[in-house]
């Protein structure tokens, strides 16, 4: 039993100290991806051009006239020679956008410089990602040339010269596909999410300590019949976006009611136009649903300074999703009454309760917002960072992490008399009292 016991110890201290390797390179699954992305691509737009309807009879509807519409298979070699110079630039502009190297310096051993440290890391990991981005969208560019090119070939019907000519751009493809997964990435990532995470985890603080709300309400008082039925916070979060659903749903239904009473329009084109309603309504409901569950993305104290907020990202999604559905409702109406006004009219109506809605929640009322699924989807990711904030993200230098949470979350920090530690600040994230009731 001793020996086991020793062996035991001694397998457990094995698999604290051993390193196994494993493969970081997946340049095949990105060959393979980005190039089924292009023949996709290609499909879905030729199954678009040949699914709408033409006005002119007298030529067949087939997949080669479509493509010979587009200029692929004639006698006139333009299009094929774009083709073939898309593809093969594309080769130059991604082995120097892979060679291209950006190498943070090493943590300096004074503290002075820690903060220039830390914004020259950030910066390098921003510089990799938009290189990435660069060479994923040259590699996606590039295969859709060369599927292109294929359908060329094989409509030309030349004989052995197309086909090798193709295979050799689907090699120079699979080449510039595979530079996105070879591309070096330095070890600064990690550090620099460990750092956003501190940074986003002290402005919520500062947001909740200003509100007065705790992590652990969810925003739902245990009276009300919401905390009732929905047995646990998620459950909540998910009955309240229920009942936002409603809101458009069913004023947008009775406005298409009171049309369609007096006007009177056929029943295929009455749900053809509800239809397109509902549908805008969804995308409304689906644009809140994103502003509300990326919160933490956006909140921050009034006139404070201390944080940067990514609020372009949920900016950008609220502005899209109001867009498409707006205009898929102005169409629904525009089917069944020819007056563009009093389409326009009927879909800001419509939409009016869930804008203000959405208004004052921006706004941060608390009464009559959406402020319940704010401080929920807040406090469930206040807890989420905080769990993994007290041990450090990477295990390649603790130093580096303990510096970025020293120039972060400084340690002579002062909250309530007393000095703030990063472990003592985590436990103030997790510990704080419940939300105070007027």
């Not at 751009?169 to 990435?185: D, H, I, N, Y």
């Not at 330095?186 to 919520?204: E, Q, W």
């Not at 925003?219 to 459950?235: H, I, M, T």
Request: a positive charge; aromatic letters at 10%.
């Amino acid at each position: 039993m001793e020996d086991c016991s020793k062996r035991a110890e001694a397998l457990c201290e094995l698999n604290l100290k051993g390193f196994a390797p494993e493969s970081r390179v997946n340049a095949i699954k990105s060959a393979v991806g980005i190039v089924c992305l292009a023949v996709v691509t290609v499909a879905l737009l030729a199954w678009m051009d040949f699914a709408q309807p033409k006005e002119s009879a007298g030529q067949e509807e087939s997949l080669s006239n479509v493509f010979r519409g587009w200029g692929l298979g004639c006698s006139n070699g333009e299009f094929r020679e774009f083709i073939v110079t898309m593809a093969l630039a594309a080769v130059p502009v991604g082995l120097t956008i892979a060679g291209m190297t950006w190498g943070a310096r090493v943590r300096p051993k004074s503290s002075v410089f820690h903060g220039e440290w830390l914004q020259d890391v950030v910066d390098t990991v921003r510089r990799e990602t938009t290189a990435w981005v660069i060479l994923f969208l040259n590699a996606y560019v590039c295969g859709v040339a060369v599927v292109l090119f294929w359908i060329d070939a094989l409509l030309r019907n030349n004989g052995v010269a197309s086909i090798l000519s193709a295979i050799f751009l689907s090699t120079v493809c699979l080449f510039s596909a595979s530079l996105p997964a070879l591309m070096k990435v330095g070890d600064g990532v990690a550090v620099s999410s460990y750092a956003y995470s501190l940074i986003t985890l002290r402005r919520i603080a500062l947001w909740r300590y200003y509100h007065d709300v705790s992590p652990r309400c969810g925003g739902f008082d245990k009276k009300s019949w919401v905390g009732k039925v929905g047995r646990s916070e998620r459950g909540q979060r998910q009955l309240f976006y229920a009942l936002v659903a409603l809101v458009p749903v069913v004023s947008s239904l009775l406005l298409w009611l009171a049309v369609c009473v007096y006007v009177r329009p056929s029943l295929r084109l009455g749900l053809f136009s509800l239809s397109l309603i509902v549908l805008g309504a969804v995308m409304l409901w689906f644009g809140v649903v994103v502003v509300v569950n990326n919160s933490t993305l956006w909140v921050r104290v009034p006139g404070s300074k201390l944080g940067r907020t990514e609020w372009w990202v949920v900016a950008f999604v609220l502005v899209v999703s109001c867009l498409v559905g707006c205009l898929l409702q102005f169409a629904g109406y525009k089917v069944v009454i020819e007056s563009c006004w009093f389409a326009v009219l009927l879909t800001v109506g419509g939409d009016s309760v869930l804008g203000g809605l959405v208004w004052r929640t921006l706004r941060e009322h608390r009464k009559y917002s959406l402020w319940p699924l704010v401080l929920g989807c807040v406090a469930a990711e206040q807890r989420r960072m905080a769990k993994t904030m007290v041990r450090p993200l990477g295990k390649s230098n603790v130093e580096d992490y303990v510096a970025v949470a020293d120039l972060i979350v400084p340690g002579d920090l002062i909250l309530d008399g007393k000095g703030l530690r990063l472990r003592d600040f985590i436990n103030e994230m997790m510990t704080f009292a419940d939300v105070s009731e007027e």
